[in-house]
């Protein structure tokens, strides 16, 4: 007993290769997991920003509304947001003819239609709203009824021309994940419907 003791106190830590090896387990376990831990909250931030845009453009729709009452149209305007979440292109989106920017240096009040005004009010509304602290790059879609609600909003992290790649038919998916794009919508029912347009 007393030879077990002493052998025991002799014994004063763990050797440095001891050490090592146990760094360099939790190094390779933390580099297999630390990237989807990272990745898990994308679809919860994207469906945050898409209730912000949701909510910002629910009240430029409603100001539209009352300074055109006589006006009706159906559309889905969009958002381009880079890396840090600022805006930097709107415009309308349709299925058939794509994205088409808005370019506001052409605008004339006097001679706009409806439509180009409210697509003014939809870039004045984008451009003085900053997503930062979301950080999160992509498309930002509004579906607009012809009675200027705000049916739905919709977040993608891909590019234009991605999207445009994508098939129709894929575009909501109840994973929010489409074609290994993550997405996410407000309200978040029309995700797990899988409402596409």
């Not at 989106?93 to 370019?103: E, I, K, L």
Request: hydrophobic share 45%.
């Amino acid at each position: 007993m007393i030879g077990f003791v002493n052998r025991i106190r002799s014994k004063k830590g763990f050797t440095i290769i001891e050490l090592v090896v146990v760094m360099a387990i939790i190094g390779v376990i933390l580099a297999m997991v630390l990237p989807n831990i990272m990745a898990s909250d994308r679809p919860a931030k994207g469906n945050a920003l898409a209730k912000d845009f949701f909510y910002k453009t629910q009240d430029t729709m409603s100001i539209s509304k009352i300074a055109n009452p006589k006006a009706t149209f159906a559309a889905y305007f969009y958002a381009a947001l880079d890396s840090m979440g600022q805006v930097t292109e709107t415009g309308m989106y349709n299925a058939s003819g794509g994205f088409v920017p808005f370019v506001n240096s052409t605008f004339n009040p006097d001679t706009a239609n409806d439509t180009q005004k409210v697509q003014k009010r939809f870039y004045d509304c984008c451009e003085s709203y900053f997503v930062g602290a979301e950080k999160l790059g992509g498309i930002v879609i509004v579906d607009v009824n012809t009675n200027f609600a705000v049916q739905g909003c919709y977040w993608f992290e891909t590019t234009k021309d991605q999207f445009n790649a994508l098939p129709s038919s894929k575009i909501f998916s109840n994973d929010n994940v489409i074609e290994g794009y993550y997405c996410g919508a407000y309200p978040t029912s029309l995700v797990m419907a899988g409402k596409a347009f």
